[in-house]
Structure formats: structure tokens, C-alpha cells
């Protein structure tokens, strides 16, 4: 028996079936907290933020219609979670160099940290130690402006494609591409301002 489609599930927890609604819970917890701690960085916010997410998700199973795939719709409750959040916190989660951080839709592969900082990490860092490369390459870009950040998450980390960051955040597709660029301008911009400040 066919897999039932997130959409299927969300139509099914909109007419009263919570067990369809706990199975998209299940498909898509993991993953959400991932996108939190990346965007807030703080595992214990996240896990708040999963919680909310999930509660304004099943608030909203009536009003649900799949003009969207399930996960764009989810991700735009998300991201606009994120936005709204005022508190500012420190993150707590190491974050390798190396790590792949989701698939580049655009390549077809896996991109880390060192992929987006194109240029690579500056020759100062490279007399660090590992963790403290990661807790200096984390805090430039927790340091980025939430909009760019936000770019970023959604593009390197969750691998997103254009389009569908373009349905997450409600801008145009030109504007998408426009300020991923930015922001990773921004990023090395950073670095190459870290690597000159570290000489």
C-alpha cells in the first residue's frame, strides 16, 4: 500500500483524523528542529519553536489547502516564526566546517560551510584550533542581519531551492536571488574582515 502524501494527511487532520496529523509530526519533527537550531541557534528554543509550529499547524488543519506542497507551507509558518522572535540567542550548537548542511539544488550535492565561504577560510583562522574555528565561523553568522541569515538557512542548510524560498518568504524569485547573493557576499565580506582584524 502506497505512502500517503503530506497533503493527503493535512486534508485527513483537517477533517477530524489526529492520527494523520501525528504522522506528519513524526515525518517532519526531526527536520523542523534542525531549521530551528540553524536559524536561532539555540536547541532549546528550538525545540519550543517545533512545539509552536506544530500547534499553529493544527490550529490551522481546517484553513489548509494544498495549493503548495505541504513542506513550503510548513516551512512559511516557520520562517515567519523566526522572523517574529525578538529574543536574541546564543548558539549553542557546534557546527563543523565540513558538516553538510542539505543538498545544493542547484549542484546536486551535499554543501558545507567551507563550500559557502568560496573563497575558504582565512588563513588566520587556519592557526586555530577546530573548535575554535567553529565557534568563530558560528558567531559570524549568527552576526549577519536576520533577513540575510534567514537567506542563508533556507538555501544552504535546508538546500531549498529558489522558487520555494520565494513561496516561503512571499518575494519574487529575482528577489530571492538577489539576496542569497547578498548574503553571502555579507558572510565574506565578514570573514575577510575577521581574517584582516586575526593578522
Known amino acids: 500500500m502506497a505512502q500517503k502524501t503530506d497533503e493527503t494527511l493535512m486534508l485527513e487532520a483537517g477533517q477530524g483524523d489526529f492520527t494523520a496529523f501525528e504522522a506528519l509530526i513524526k515525518r517532519y519533527q526531526d527536520r523542523m528542529l534542525n531549521f530551528f537550531i540553524r ?3 539555540s536547541e532549546t528554543l528550538a525545540q519550543d519553536f517545533v512545539q509552536e509550529l ?6 490551522a488543519r481546517e484553513r489548509y489547502r494544498p495549493t ?3 513542506s513550503t507551507w510548513l516551512y512559511t509558518i516557520a520562517h515567519r516564526l523566526c522572523l517574529d522572535e525578538k529574543r536574541k540567542a546564543v548558539l549553542r550548537r557546534t557546527v563543523s566546517l565540513d558538516e553538510p548542511m542539505g543538498g545544493d539544488s542547484r549542484a546536486g550535492r551535499e554543501v558545507s560551510l567551507r563550500d ?3 573563497d575558504g577560510v582565512p588563513d588566520a583562522l587556519s592557526r586555530m584550533g577546530q573548535a575554535e ?3 568563530v565561523v558560528r558567531a559570524v ?7 540575510f541569515r534567514s537567506f542563508l538557512v533556507l538555501s544552504v542548510y535546508e538546500g531549498l531551492g529558489y522558487q520555494e524560498i520565494a513561496d516561503i ?3 519574487r524569485v529575482e528577489a530571492v536571488r538577489m539576496r542569497s547573493s547578498r548574503a553571502h557576499k555579507a558572510l565574506k565580506q565578514k570573514m575577510e574582515k575577521l581574517r584582516e582584524e586575526l593578522s
Open 39 to 41: 536559524f536561532m541557534g
Open 54 to 59: 506544530f500547534l499553529r499547524a493544527f490550529q
Open 68 to 70: 503548495a506542497a505541504f
Open 116 to 118: 559557502v565561504l568560496a
Open 133 to 135: 574555528k567553529e565557534s
Open 141 to 147: 553568522i549568527q552576526s549577519l542581519p536576520l533577513d
Open 169 to 171: 518568504t512571499g518575494v
